[in-house]
């Protein structure tokens, strides 16, 4: 019997890269589509030899079709404040018009239809920790917002899909995960402090390093993913870890695990940046049995190889 075949948009990326592994894994056979405007042939590497997979490089806010597939995996999207920053309106087409191109996708093929969105949709949060309830506090025309809104609409669009063409539907509402395969120079907390601690530079904390985050292990996201793509929930879903730290905190555990001297420096808030963010992740422990088991200190020891090699480069 033919496998079942999956597509997975943005699948040179760090997310869509470990979740072409995790379905050739369940046995899926899976073709990722990437313009590689910020990921890397390189994530993919190791499938080279793998009869079931294959990497087709096309930007998808232009009608694509890669043929009959079983399910649709929707992560294209730049994803970093550094790279949605730099390719602003890239970050608003393919949270729009590509969204169009990989709903319809799904539409023609009868496929499912999963997305990736994010805790950004919640904004600087008045609610906290955030439930999906919440509707959230962003700011339409910060600089912040061609991420934010591009999202929002992608899960207003993915609703439609879901009930005006009857689309089998999953949203997911990522909060900050790391791991290995993340780019170095993204701008995110850990990669930022894990390259600064490793090449002996100061570690930048914004504010007084009291706003909080959550961090998830990439496993532990992934387990996420497939989980809620087995189950039949349409309406969103957080995965992230609720473990907060303080970003000061978050520095102390990176220095004391590379055993780097660099000194802590301050610099002010980037506009917009929220104070907390800290997932509820009720539904999704109820809804899908799921909730993360790698605690901070082990995913950063975990990580630790893949940044030490990044980090000479
Ligand atoms: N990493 C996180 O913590 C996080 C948190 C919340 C949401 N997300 C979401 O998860 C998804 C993946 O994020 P990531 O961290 O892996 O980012 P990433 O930048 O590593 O991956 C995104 C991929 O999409 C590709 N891409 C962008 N525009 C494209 C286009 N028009 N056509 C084809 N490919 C295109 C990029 O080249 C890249 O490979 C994104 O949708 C992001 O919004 C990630």
Redesign the pocket.
């Known amino acids: 019997m033919k496998p079942p075949r999956a597509l997975v948009?943005?699948?040179?990326?760090?997310?869509?890269?470990h979740l072409c592994d995790a379905l050739l894994g369940e046995g899926y056979s899976v073709v990722a589509?990437?313009?590689?405007?910020?990921?890397?042939r390189s994530?993919l590497d190791h499938l080279r030899n793998e009869s079931r997979f294959e990497l087709r490089e096309?930007?998808?806010?232009q009608p694509f079709d890669c043929g009959q597939v079983d399910y649709v995996f929707?992560?294209?999207?730049?994803?970093?404040p550094v790279?949605y920053t730099l390719?602003g309106i890239?970050?608003l087409?393919?949270g729009s018009v590509?969204t169009f191109h990989a709903l319809e996708v799904a539409h023609k093929y009868g496929a499912k239809y999963f997305?990736?969105?994010?805790?950004?949709c919640y904004g600087d949060p008045l609610e906290h920790p955030q439930k999906e309830t919440y509707w959230g506090n962003v700011n339409p025309i910060g600089p912040r917002s061609v991420?934010d809104e591009a999202?929002r609409f992608t899960e207003a669009v993915t609703m439609a899909y879901h009930r005006y063409h009857k689309v089998d539907t999953r949203i997911v509402?990522?909060?900050?995960?790391?791991g290995p395969?993340?780019?170095l120079n993204?701008g995110?907390v850990i990669p930022n402090f894990m390259k600064q601690a490793l090449r002996g530079e100061d570690l930048t904390v914004y504010g007084d390093g009291s706003q909080t985050r959550s961090f998830?292990f990439v496993s532990d996201?992934i387990e996420g993913f497939l989980r809620l793509a087995k189950s039949t929930e349409h309406m969103p879903v957080n995965i992230g870890n609720p473990v907060e730290f303080t970003i000061l905190e978050c520095a102390r555990r990176v220095l004391a695990l590379t055993g780097s001297n660099s000194k802590i420096k301050y610099e002010a808030l980037p506009q917009d940046d929220p104070k907390q963010r800290c997932p509820d992740i009720t539904r999704a422990r109820t809804l899908l049995g799921w909730e993360p088991k790698i605690d901070l200190e082990t995913g950063l020891r975990l990580s630790l190889d893949y940044f030490r090699q990044a980090a000479l480069i």
């Open positions: 948009t943005g699948g040179a990326g760090f997310l869509g890269s589509v990437d313009s590689l405007l910020t990921g890397r994530n096309l930007d998808i806010n929707h992560f294209a999207c730049p994803a970093s790279d390719h890239a970050t087409k393919v590509g997305v990736s969105s994010t805790s950004e991420y999202k509402r990522i909060f900050n995960t790391y395969r993340m780019q993204d995110r998830c996201e």
